[in-house]
């Protein structure tokens, strides 16, 4: 076998890969611009294998990834080696809004819209439902999100 058309088999190999791992992780680097980093604060509670799904103009499924409830915010972790194109991210809960959404159709969805970004990050209602029981914070977002669906619900 030609050792030269080795190295470039290898090298095509490569750049594909490299475009997959950037084309999948564009819209968590976009919040990982702002939000990348992990809580100092005490984990309250972590959950994995957990799914999360990041819009903006398109969007982006991620899983496997791990969920965790800190007293300061929500990290998410993707699995290794996933997690080296895409670093942790914390979204303090002071800088985040929440909304119902209807992105999910099989089940309710929440929208998280972290300050100064135009992206949300929906999880499901089980999901949010184990993220609020473990927060007091989050549970007053659940509590404004739910008071806003029924709103929009009564004016339709």
């Given at each position: 076998m030609?050792?030269?058309l080795t190295v470039i088999g290898a090298a095509v190999l490569a750049a594909i890969l490299l475009y997959l791992v950037r084309?999948?992780?564009?819209?968590?680097?976009?919040?990982?611009?702002?939000?990348?980093g992990t809580s100092r604060q005490?984990?309250?509670?972590?959950?994995?294998?957990?799914h999360v799904v990041i819009t903006g103009r398109a969007f982006?499924?991620?899983?496997?990834?791990?969920v965790g409830?800190?007293?300061?915010?929500?990290?998410l972790k993707l699995i290794w080696p996933l997690s080296l194109a895409c670093p942790a991210l914390l979204l303090p809960f002071e800088k985040v809004t929440c909304r119902q959404t209807g992105w999910f159709l099989n089940t309710r969805s929440f929208a998280l819209r972290p300050a100064l970004l135009d992206v949300d990050i929906v999880v499901d209602e089980k999901l949010w439902n184990w993220i609020s029981a473990r927060s007091p914070l989050?549970?007053?977002?659940?509590?404004?999100?739910m008071e806003a669906a029924s709103g929009e619900q009564r004016r339709t």
């Open positions: 030609n050792p030269f084309t999948y992780s564009a819209h968590w680097r976009s919040v990982a611009s702002r939000y990348a005490s984990l309250i509670a972590s959950k994995f294998p957990e982006q499924s991620y899983v496997p990834l791990t409830v800190h007293e300061d915010g929500l990290s989050t549970s007053s977002y659940a509590q404004e999100a």
